[in-house]
């Protein structure tokens, strides 16, 4: 049997080389890809609806409108019994969430080793609704006019720090339990700075109730007097 040639002589029965065979890629928007984009959109909004930039937003705006609302207003005088009540809720608010989270963790605070549980996430939901009422530092500065306190970084922190724990919090699906050590060290911090700023508040008040006082040789002297 004879083995059929085309033109030239070449043999058509042979293989065809690899580079002619091979089919080509799929094109970018073509079927194949179809599945990989959406499943690629479906993550997308699953982590944007999870981040609440609708709050961080509305910080922004807040801070924005108050701002030009004291602009041409004195400074608001908050009463210092008011500044220490506040420092001291906070003090007990991130103690008790510090506390909550080193329970949940087995007081194995790092996370290292231990799988992630229910408690563990409703401790670190806990942190995660402090940085809303973190945003009072805010509102407290504008009232009292304190201009050089609100920075670039304060307002970034506090609008980033919200939006970086509510994505924590609404995404986060690994085994491990690593990511409770940020917010048990965040609440901690929180429990040192505004300890300091109470007790340095309430040495500041003594100190001036102090300096009202007469001084020691004309509360002699008037004694003396009437004696």
Request: glycine share 8%; hydrophobic share 50%.
């Amino acid at each position: 049997t004879s083995v059929p040639r085309g033109r030239g002589g070449v043999d058509v029965a042979s293989p065809m080389p690899p580079w002619i065979t091979a089919q080509p890629p799929p094109p970018l928007g073509g079927a194949a890809a179809a599945p990989e984009l959406k499943e690629l959109f479906r993550a997308v909004r699953h982590h944007l609806a999870s981040m609440p930039l609708l709050g961080a937003a509305a910080y922004l705006c807040f801070v924005w409108c108050l701002v030009a609302a004291m602009r041409r207003r004195k400074e608001v005088l908050l009463p210092r019994a008011l500044l220490l009540a506040y420092n001291a809720g906070q003090v007990l608010i991130n103690l008790y969430v510090a506390l909550a989270i080193g329970a949940a963790l087995g007081g194995r605070v790092w996370g290292i080793g231990v799988r992630d549980t229910p408690a563990i996430r409703h401790a670190v939901w806990l942190h995660f609704l402090c940085k809303y009422v973190d945003m009072l530092d805010t509102l407290i500065i504008i009232l009292r006019k304190k201009r050089s306190q609100l920075s670039f970084l304060h307002l970034w922190h506090h609008a980033s720090i919200l939006v970086v724990w509510g994505w924590v919090v609404g995404t986060y699906d690994g085994a491990s339990a690593t990511y409770a050590y940020g917010a048990w060290i965040n609440s901690c911090v929180h429990v040192v700075m505004c300890a300091r700023r109470t007790s340095r508040a309430r040495l500041l008040f003594l100190a001036r109730r102090t300096a009202a006082l007469p001084p020691l040789s004309a509360i002699a002297a008037g004694t003396s007097t009437t004696g």
